[in-house]
């Protein structure tokens, strides 16, 4: 693994797109409207590949909440379940949301710091959809889009960033302050109104009018850059002048997620974080992908999807003993 990739957790391009004629989804009240989207895009989306299509009013809330947390979805999406739907790819790295804040959302996801990966695919998708289908567009504004800040090319590409090092040394602000100058924004861990937790950092472009998909991608990354550069400088700086202060609380975060008997969501992400953290400087060894997938399989949907014993069990108690189990199996003490 390499170091900017212990920064750069993941890469995402996501594309508005509505359908000409047809209203926004704030009153798109004909449902006759609403199938016709979803059936004609799942016609389309089976000309370009395999996706499992998915009726939100069949999910349960729940089940709604678990794809949110795994970042397949949003809230937006679940708001509309009776007339909303989603596309995913067997390996749910491509995804397509119908009947959002707009008709289409659609978006790529790949591991790492590679915007252009993304980009590729779901231009390719984009591509076909236009061939297919008349999709809302004027010259003057490019795609027309429910929220006018994705007026213009509709693209939204973001990379999630995870900066412990300049947490702890007090210099988030000062990444922040750089950011916004630079034309882009700051988004939390579950994107728009969400809170930082863990570390975790998402950045995007502000606006996508007056740029085009390239130029966006290109700025996008080239702050990235920087970012992770940031980062790394400041983990270098902890090592020699914090040694011993951070290794313990490192310890501390990995004994305590061992050893807890009550373990509730905002800590669960506090500490797995510091237990990540520690990997990246090398005091723990950890099985990387796997431990990964603790952030999710952790948060209160997807242990509910797991755990089908919440009736005699607090909350708090479940994922402290599914935690304890996987914190042994997946991390060791390093150097």
């Not at 297919?132 to 567009?137: G, K, P, Q």
């Not at 090092?165 to 916004?180: F, T």
């Amino acid at each position: 693994m390499s170091d900017f990739e212990r920064v750069a957790i993941s890469s995402r391009v996501r594309l508005a797109r509505n359908v000409a004629g047809f209203n926004f989804f704030t009153k798109l009240t004909n449902e006759n409207d609403a199938m016709f989207i979803l059936k004609t895009m799942e016609n389309i989306l089976s000309k370009f590949g395999s996706f499992d299509f998915i009726r939100l009013k069949k999910l349960s809330l729940n089940e709604c909440n678990a794809l949110l947390e795994r970042h397949i979805i949003s809230k937006e999406l679940i708001e509309n379940k009776d007339i909303s739907a989603v596309a995913i790819s067997a390996d749910e790295h491509l995804i397509v949301m119908m009947n959002e804040e707009d008709h289409l959302r659609l978006q790529c996801l790949y591991d790492g710091f590679n915007l252009n990966r993304p980009y590729r695919e779901i231009k390719a998708l984009d591509d076909l959809i236009l061939s297919e289908i008349d999709i809302a567009y004027r010259d003057d504004l490019g795609f027309i889009t429910a929220s006018p800040s994705n007026l213009g090319t509709g693209m939204r590409a973001s990379v999630m960033l995870f900066l412990p090092a300049l947490e702890h040394r007090g210099e988030i602000e000062i990444m922040k302050k750089e950011v916004l100058q630079n034309g882009c924004t700051i988004r939390g861990l579950y994107g728009e109104g969400s809170k930082n937790y863990g570390g975790f950092y998402q950045i995007s472009n502000q606006n996508s009018l007056g740029n085009s998909e390239e130029e966006i991608i290109d700025c996008v990354s080239e702050q990235i850059f920087n970012i992770c550069e940031m980062e790394m400088s400041a983990r270098e700086d902890i090592l020699s002048s914090d040694h011993l202060k951070i290794k313990d609380e490192i310890f501390r975060a990995y004994g305590t997620l061992k050893e807890c008997a009550l373990l509730e969501e905002t800590e669960m992400i506090k500490l797995l974080s510091l237990v990540k953290f520690g990997g990246a400087l090398g005091f723990l060894k950890i099985k990387e992908k796997e431990f990964e997938k603790l952030f999710t399989e952790g948060a209160s949907a997807n242990l509910r999807e797991l755990a089908n014993f919440f009736e005699i069990k607090k909350e708090e108690v479940v994922r402290a003993e599914y935690i304890n189990k996987k914190i042994s199996e997946l991390v060791s003490k390093g150097g």
